[in-house]
């Protein structure tokens, strides 16, 4: 059973840094793609940040250069290191993973290629609140 529990977030002032990280039992690294959506009130789910079995990573142009995601394999944790925060980058911030569709391709956000298959998580944490102010 995949269980994905976030720690971290808090508050920070505009331009501050804050990090997010998601411990996760049940699933393997080289078995799952797993990154990071958030929600704001009134606002549609975004996926910001994935990082797939190979290590390799996709973001929205909205956190790009800015939001870095990463893996500690050793501790079964993935995490969300943000920078330049805004105010609009309030939200509740929730960990997902989806087990890995095909090794020879990679996971994204969206997928036109026959390299990609597209990422649709089946397995979510219960989030953990990120607010900015400004």
């Known amino acids: 059973q995949v269980r994905l529990v976030e720690t971290g977030g808090g508050s920070v002032q505009a331009g501050g840094s804050l990090g997010v990280s998601c411990v996760a039992s049940?699933?393997?690294?080289?078995?799952?793609?797993m990154g990071w959506f958030r929600q704001a009130p009134g606002k549609e789910r975004e996926g910001i940040a994935l990082?797939?079995?190979?290590?390799?990573?996709d973001y929205a142009d909205s956190v790009q250069g800015r939001f870095t995601i990463s893996k500690d394999n050793a501790k079964n944790t993935l995490k969300l290191q943000m920078t330049s925060l805004n105010p609009e980058d309030s939200a509740t911030y929730y960990c997902?993973?989806?087990?890995?569709?095909?090794?020879?391709?990679?996971?994204?956000?969206?997928?036109?290629?026959?390299?990609?298959?597209?990422?649709?998580?089946?397995?979510w944490g219960q989030g953990t609140q990120v607010t900015v102010s400004s």
């Open positions: 990082i797939g079995h190979d290590g390799s990573t």
């Open positions: 997902a993973a989806q087990r890995v569709k095909d090794t020879d391709r990679r996971c994204r956000f969206d997928c036109s290629s026959p390299t990609c298959w597209k990422w649709t998580p089946a397995y």
């Open positions: 049940g699933c393997t690294d080289t078995e799952y793609c």
